[in-house]
T-cell receptor, first 114, second 115 residues
Framework: AQSVTQLGSHVSVSEGALVLLRCNYSSSVPPYLFWYVQYPNQGLQLLLKYTSAATLVKGINGFEAEFKKSETSFHLTKPSAHMSDAAEYFCAVSRKAAGNKLTFGGGTRVLVKP | EAQVTQNPRYLITVTGKKLTVTCSQNMNHEYMSWYRQDPGLGLRQIYYSMNVEATDKGDVPEGYKVSRKEKRNFPLILESPSPNQTSLYFC??????????????FGPGTRLTVL
């Protein structure tokens, strides 16, 4: 069975500072990896995804994530936080053998301080 | 506009009163799925459907039913709701039933409270 662990349920950053959200996965075979963002009272929106092409993936709104197989990690970063980045972020994994099911981490809520 | 819609967005009901949450997508997607979101647990899959008349259980199917009679619709049915089904529910769809790398598109969510 695959699982996803997000370290830190809440992260507080200052506007303009680096945003780093950690995600580790467990899977017996290389998975597909996703980061989704959820703004207040909205559904989930895809930020980026890794599908076995380049290990450094660039997404929307200046976010990027690096797939590190040796560390089973897929951490999400943004060099400079903006107030509009305040949201909850979810890391998720899926495997071909499991159909299209997304297995999510517990989520990390980001607070951006002015 | 390509979208997944859910209705109702908010629902308060009482234990045992049957309810249906509708989900519809206008993108001609084969794959549809229901998730529930609970604090600290992320989203967990309830049921999914690879195509019309093809549904299967996810990780937390107890107390729920689904049907897929048309490609665009995937209703979630709670025959006898209980307070532990109080949650935020999301419907999602994606273009291919067996492509695990496909992006899933989520609806806006339905907040259900069972008293």
């Amino acid at each position: 069975a695959q699982s996803v662990t997000q370290l830190g349920s809440h992260v507080s950053v200052s506007e303009g500072a680096l945003v780093l959200l950690r995600c580790n996965y467990s899977s017996s075979v290389p998975p597909y990896l996703f980061w989704y963002v959820q703004y207040p009272n909205q559904g989930l929106q895809l930020l980026l995804k890794y599908t076995s092409a380049a290990t450094l993936v660039k997404g929307i709104n200046g976010f990027e994530a690096e797939f590190k197989k040796s560390e089973t990690s897929f951490h999400l970063t943004k060099p400079s936080a903006h107030m509009s980045d305040a949201a909850e972020y979810f890391c998720a994994v899926s495997r071909k053998a499991a159909g299209n099911k997304l297995t999510f981490g517990g989520g990390t809520r980001v607070l951006v301080k002015p | 506009e390509a979208q997944v819609t859910q209705n109702p967005r908010y629902l308060i009901t009482v234990t045992g009163k049957k309810l249906t949450v509708t989900c519809s997508q206008n993108m001609n997607h084969e794959y549809m799925s229901w998730y529930r979101q609970d604090p600290g647990l992320g989203l967990r899959q309830i049921y999914y459907s690879m195509n019309v008349e093809a549904t299967d259980k996810g990780d937390v199917p107890e107390g729920y039913k689904v049907s897929r009679k048309e490609k665009r619709n995937f209703p979630l049915i709670l025959e006898s709701p209980s307070p532990n089904q109080t949650s935020l529910y999301f419907c999602a769809s994606s273009p291919a039933g067996r492509g695990a790398g496909d992006t899933q598109y989520f609806g806006p969510g339905t907040r259900l409270t069972v008293l």
